[in-house]
């Protein structure tokens, strides 16, 4: 979805995007925003994945790497071979990198020393976070949270393994009947759909299972408060002014989650291979009932992304092109 967002921004300053790689359950949506989809079937490691992206790009002209298996090899692959690179990274995993540009969004980026050639370019903080063309038009609204019921979004990303949307759903119809409206958000890869539109159902109060949302920024505009991963999709809610309960799910959301914490932001949980603390139940609910955070929460997330974070970045690789 990052990618969908700086690829707007791309053809948005005139230029041409494709997409290349293997994004099973995105490639509709990646179609659908009018970009050329190029599918691999073997990725890198094998070694037909830099044998195939050279191929299908030119010297000259920008390729933007975004998964964590792209090592530092196949960017130095990439840019030996004369083709423009930007690294998008979230943790300094990599041991080494190289690349022309180095992007990390996230609030923490500024404590990794990157070891990169020394003529890349760092892009790091909030400053530079990917959000998509419906969020940049957006604007945070000020919310009532003294009044009942609240709007509630849920949401755990694609896949949802450990089915947390419906831990956490069923601990707020216990804990809080009728006191919210609730829009849940299962991706197309969820393995609990069934189980999951079951507690759905059962939920008492308004509740509804949404799939494939098409304008995220409406759906956070309506959102009072957001029980997520602590994610790329921080940042949406942090434009929208959003309060978030938020479950770190694995290692490389613990800088993004404790960041929004310090912040003021957010109440976080670690939940890191599905396993958390006895006491998630009580900090959710303590979440949910906690008005004068969610009023200085509100206020404080929009000053950390702005939304325009992706023309930035696009404004700076075509200064260097």
């Known amino acids: 979805m990052r990618m969908i967002a700086l690829g707007q921004a791309w053809r948005d300053r005139g230029g041409t995007v494709r997409f290349l790689g293997s994004v099973p359950g995105m490639d509709m949506r990646i179609e659908e925003d009018g970009f050329t989809l ?43 071979a004369g083709r423009r690179v930007l690294v998008l990274d979230d943790v300094c995993d990599r041991g080494e990198y190289c690349a022309d540009v180095l992007v990390n969004q996230n609030a923490d980026a500024r404590e990794y020393a990157y070891p990169i050639n020394g003529d890349a370019a760092l892009l790091l903080g909030t400053r530079y976070a990917l959000l998509r063309r419906e969020f940049v038009a957006a604007a945070p609204r000020a919310r009532d949270f003294s009044t009942r019921p609240l709007n509630l979004v849920v949401t755990f990303g694609g896949a949802d393994i450990y089915n947390w949307s419906g831990r956490v759903l069923e601990a707020v119809g216990a804990g809080f009947p009728g006191q919210f409206n609730v829009r849940v958000v299962a991706g197309a890869v969820n393995p609990h759909l069934k189980a999951l539109a079951e507690t759905v159902k059962g939920f008492p109060g308004e509740c509804r299972l949404l799939h494939s949302v098409g304008d995220m920024a409406a759906l956070f505009d309506w959102a009072d408060l957001a029980l997520s991963a602590a994610g790329s999709t921080c940042w949406e809610l942090c434009r929208m002014g959003v309060p978030m309960w938020l479950l770190i799910l694995a290692d490389n959301q613990m800088g993004i989650g404790t960041s929004l914490e310090a912040n003021g932001v957010a109440r976080i949980v670690d939940a890191v291979d599905g396993e958390a603390s006895e006491s998630w139940e009580r900090s959710l609910l303590g979440f949910l009932s906690d008005t004068p955070f969610h009023q200085t929460a509100s206020r404080a997330a929009p000053a950390m992304v702005d939304g325009r974070g992706a023309y930035r970045i696009v404004d700076f690789m075509l200064a260097r092109s």
């Not at 010297?59 to 196949?74: C, E, K, M, N, R």
């Open 38 to 80: 190029v599918p691999l079937s073997d990725v890198h490691p094998d070694g037909a994945d830099l044998t195939r992206v050279l191929a299908e790009t030119s010297p000259g002209g920008w390729v933007v790497l975004d998964g964590y298996h792209f090592d530092g090899g196949y960017q130095c692959g990439l840019w030996s």
